[in-house]
């Protein structure tokens, strides 16, 4: 499987999350609220398309330049290369990008995105992080 990543600033970690038994548990008889839909505000979503059409146009200027200082240096040209080298065919081709949600994580705000290509291959869940309005992480896998 070809997996692309790029390491960003700064690696967030989850802790297991652990189910408890209880006893005496009683039912709940209020209606459950609806999850909100999948709504991505605008700013982030022009994020996202800038960094995807960097990618296409092999733009590492264009790239980095909504980052944090981590995600800057930690970003070389080298791996930028080699990530447009294996997805810039495949995006010239067409794609859609499905925005799958958002999660809090150790203070960044982390937007999904299912990238469906027309090439028929694998998708790729494409994950950006970001905090006090930089790009700290965008990943592809």
């Known amino acids: 499987?070809?997996?692309?990543?790029?390491?960003?600033?700064?690696?967030?970690t989850i802790s297991p999350l652990t189910l408890g038994v209880a006893k005496n548990v009683q039912a709940v008889t209020e209606p459950v609220k609806k999850a909100q839909s999948s709504h991505v505000e605008q700013q982030v979503q022009r994020t996202f398309t800038n960094l995807i059409n960097a990618i296409e146009q092999n733009n590492y200027t264009q790239f980095i330049s909504q980052g944090n200082a981590a995600?800057?240096?930690?970003?070389?040209?080298?791996?930028?290369?080699?990530?447009?080298g294996q997805l810039a065919p495949r995006i010239k081709k067409g794609y859609s990008a499905v925005f799958l949600g958002k999660l809090n994580q150790q203070g960044y705000q982390v937007y999904l995105w299912k990238l469906i290509f027309?090439?028929?291959?694998?998708?790729?869940?494409?994950?950006?992080?970001?905090?006090?309005?930089?790009?700290?992480?965008?990943?592809?896998?």
């Open 118 to 141: 027309k090439d028929g291959n694998d998708d790729v869940l494409a994950r950006l992080s970001i905090k006090d309005g930089k790009v700290g992480g965008f990943w592809l896998n």
């Open 1 to 12: 499987m070809n997996k692309i990543g790029l390491l960003i600033a700064g690696f967030i």
């Open 71 to 84: 995600f800057k240096e930690g970003i070389t040209k080298q791996i930028f290369a080699q990530v447009h």
